[in-house]
């Protein structure tokens, strides 16, 4: 009796039967990430006992195919040289910001008059600022 109890909580499943199971998920939603993949595998494998690091390391061995195309192999590389998730969020956010600031100089100091022509207009500002 001492036994069962010491005993693991699930089953350790086979690598094969893992890939298998973690292939269907990554076919059916190839933008998901590690954790996710580890969730839906925990859900349709409650009795399945996996660690989010032996998901990782199964989905960084296979070769992923989106859209019939090949994405290449797994999700992350170590020696990839690519931007991370942040660097390219951050990239992308100055990019939005920088068209931001170009539209809004753009804009700055033109209005459209009722015939649909732009004229230039002159404001002046408390301090004695003139700005066009």
Sequence with gaps: MAEAAAAP???????????????????ANPEMGVAKVHAAVKAEHGDWQVSQDRVKKI???????VD?????????????NTLS??????????????????????????????????QSVTSFRPGGDISH
């Design 9 to 27: 909580s699930g089953t350790v499943p086979e690598f094969d039967e893992l890939k298998l199971c973690i292939k269907a998920i990554k076919d």
């Design 59 to 65: 989905l960084a061995d296979m070769v992923v195919v």
């Design 68 to 80: 019939g195309k090949v994405k290449g192999k797994g999700l992350v590389k170590k020696s990839d």
């Design 85 to 118: 998730a942040k660097e390219l969020a951050k990239k992308k956010t100055e990019a939005a910001l920088a068209k931001k600031k170009e539209e809004a100089k753009a804009k700055k100091g033109t209005t459209v008059a009722a015939g649909g022509v732009n």
